[in-house]
């Protein structure tokens, strides 16, 4: 017998179909499954996707808002002075505590996968520590993927090499890098070209905040693209961030897209966190700060779009909700294009799993079953209401539901259901 059958759901691509779940796996999928299960679900035509993937994520300093004080400016600078005061305060006990709420957070929007950077510039590496115990002891419902990010400098903190090499000796997946934050742009190149050696030489993925400025100078991304070649590792790099491209010159980037295309270097965007942060030095015109995805989903570089911060020193709103990122995308990207709307979807799911190298991820049999049925009926309809997170499913078994939002009306004593969702028209 199956473990879980769940009933007429429409996946992102249109399609109708019953999905039977065995042994934590997808058994079958297909238009009906006449079958036996222990446990079955009638999603009543809503939408199924396999579940939201967060590409960039701080686990370390998320949750901490108001610890031990707020970012009244709301600048990324004085985020930056405060996660330094926090620092010295931070507990394993409460990194953990703090990890383990976001997490549940996240699992009840469906998030079942995160790649949080964690800050190895702390003699301790306390939050080293803690989130590889949140990383197993979150396992079965999350796939958690940690960077090992040198916040204050690979270079720039004298002590930041020897510790990032321990955080990668306890268990770090990732590896991570800040070059723009170092002294001088030579530094920042040559913390790319030790970094990207580490990465060779350990056998490990690459991800680097790159150029999250807004200075059109800024332009390590050609580095890593370069080091990414040289080393072989196309596929396996990733670059966060890529704000600065947002104002570099267009003949710059007609040449540099082509080169980062061929490195397989793949671009991770946070938008919530970049239209924030980006063009504060502007008066107007402001500068938007989102690197260009329009540009590269039109050649092909592979996009994910990560939340980036909740509740944190460097951003105080938030509820991890990776359906927000996207829509906030789809705004200041100007992907309002049905396709580029859908390209957004998928660059908080599937784009995002090659990324982040997930194994079984998707909804064919075969993949781990995990999924979640949303309360749209499809992808664009899932990003214009930020629905209800009906069923989330990991491995097979259902972990998390929430109600149907539907609003109740009395008008002149004429009584109306509403609930937002309008199928005919999408
Ligand atoms: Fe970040």
């Given at each position: ?24 796996r997808?058994?079958e ?5 006449d ?26 300093a ?19 002075a ?15 505590e ?29 939050a ?6 949140v ?10 993927q ?9 270079l720039r ?8 090499s321990?955080?990668l000796?306890k ?28 990465a ?10 790159c ?15 370069a ?19 947002h ?13 980062m295309?061929?490195?397989g270097?793949?671009a ?14 502007d008066?107007y ?6 690197t ?11 996009l ?32 309002t ?8 979807f998928d ?5 995002a799993a090659?990324i ?6 998707g ?54 259901s ?9």
């Amino acid at each position: 017998m199956l473990d879980l059958i769940l009933r007429d759901a429409v996946t992102p691509d249109g399609a109708r179909v019953d999905i039977a779940c065995k042994d934590g796996r997808i058994a079958e999928i297909a238009a009906k499954i006449d079958a036996e299960a222990g446990e079955v679900i009638e999603a009543g035509g809503y939408l199924v996707t396999p579940p939201f993937v967060d590409s960039h994520f701080h686990m370390d300093a998320t949750l901490s808002f108001g610890l031990p004080r707020v970012n009244e400016s709301g600048t990324l600078l004085e985020g930056i002075a405060l996660w330094g005061e926090l620092k010295p305060q931070l507990t394993i006990e409460a990194l953990k505590e703090r990890a383990h709420e976001l997490c549940r957070w996240a699992i009840a929007k469906g998030t079942l996968a995160i790649r949080s950077h964690v800050d190895i510039c702390d003699k301790r590496l306390l939050a080293v520590d803690a989130l590889i115990e949140v990383r197993k002891e979150i396992k079965p419902y999350i796939n958690l993927q940690l960077v090992a990010f040198p916040q204050d400098g690979y270079l720039r903190d004298p002590n930041a090499a020897e510790q990032l090499s321990r955080a990668l000796d306890k268990g770090v997946d990732v590896v991570g890098g800040i070059p723009h934050f170092e002294r001088t742009m030579e530094e920042g190149a040559q913390s790319v070209r030790a970094l990207m050696a580490i990465a060779g030489e350990r056998g490990l993925l690459v991800d680097m905040h790159c150029d999250e400025t807004d200075d059109p100078n800024s332009r390590h991304i050609e580095t890593l693209n370069a080091e990414t070649v040289r080393h072989g590792m196309q596929g396996r790099v990733a670059g966060s961030h890529l704000t600065s491209m947002h104002s570099m010159d267009n003949y710059y980037v007609s040449k540099l897209l082509p080169l980062m295309k061929k490195a397989g270097v793949a671009a991770i965007a946070n938008p919530l966190i970049n239209i924030t942060i980006q063009g504060r030095h502007d008066t107007y015109p402001k500068r938007r700060g989102l690197t260009r995805i329009k540009e590269m989903l039109g050649m092909g570089i592979p996009l994910a779009l990560g939340h980036d911060c909740v509740m944190d020193p460097w951003y105080s709103l938030g509820s991890h909700d990776m359906l927000e990122v996207a829509h906030m995308a789809v705004h200041v990207g100007q992907m309002t294009g049905m396709d580029e709307m859908r390209a957004m979807f998928d660059a908080v799911t599937t784009g995002a799993a090659a990324i982040l190298h997930l194994d079984g991820y998707g909804l064919d049999a075969g993949c781990q079953a995990d999924f979640l049925v949303l309360q749209a009926h499809s992808p664009v309809e899932a990003i214009r209401l930020r629905p209800a997170r009906l069923y989330v499913i990991r491995r097979g078994k259902l972990i998390a539901t929430t109600p149907p939002v539907a609003s109740q009306l009395d008008l002149d004593g004429k009584q109306h259901s509403v609930d937002f969702t309008r199928t005919a028209r999408q």
